[in-house]
């Protein structure tokens, strides 16, 4: 058994049920699902000031510590994720993230596809 550091790995799932553990730093392959962790101190650390959409799958968003609102553009209500909660931002759905306390996050989606792009002021 080996383990994984999640903060500096990606976890890549495939269709066949293989999963591997890649660097952060190495392309990973766009069409299988990434499981991703990230640790957040600042709005920056997850860009707050983009709006992000996946083109190719749902994305499951987990808070793990901490506290962050997840917004949906063109939906003024942010979802609040605490410890332990989590919230699937649709397939082709631009979003994007601030911080309410430092902390933790999981996501798991397939990356084909993703755009970013600066949000208006």
Request: net charge negative; glycine share 6%; proline share 7%.
């Amino acid at each position: 058994m080996t383990l994984i550091d999640l903060f500096t790995s990606f976890l890549h799932l495939h269709d066949d049920g293989d999963a591997a553990a890649v660097p952060r730093m190495v392309d990973g392959e766009p069409d299988v699902w990434h499981l991703m962790t990230f640790h957040a101190s600042t709005d920056a650390d997850v860009h707050s000031d983009h709006w992000e959409i996946h083109a190719a799958a749902d994305e499951i968003v987990c808070c793990l510590t901490g506290g962050f609102r997840l917004y949906l553009r063109d939906d003024d209500t942010p979802a609040t994720l605490t410890p332990g909660t989590a919230a699937i931002v649709p397939c082709g759905r631009w979003h994007r993230l601030e911080l309410d306390a430092p902390g933790d996050l999981l996501s798991v989606t397939v990356p084909r596809g993703t755009r970013i792009e600066p949000r208006a002021a």
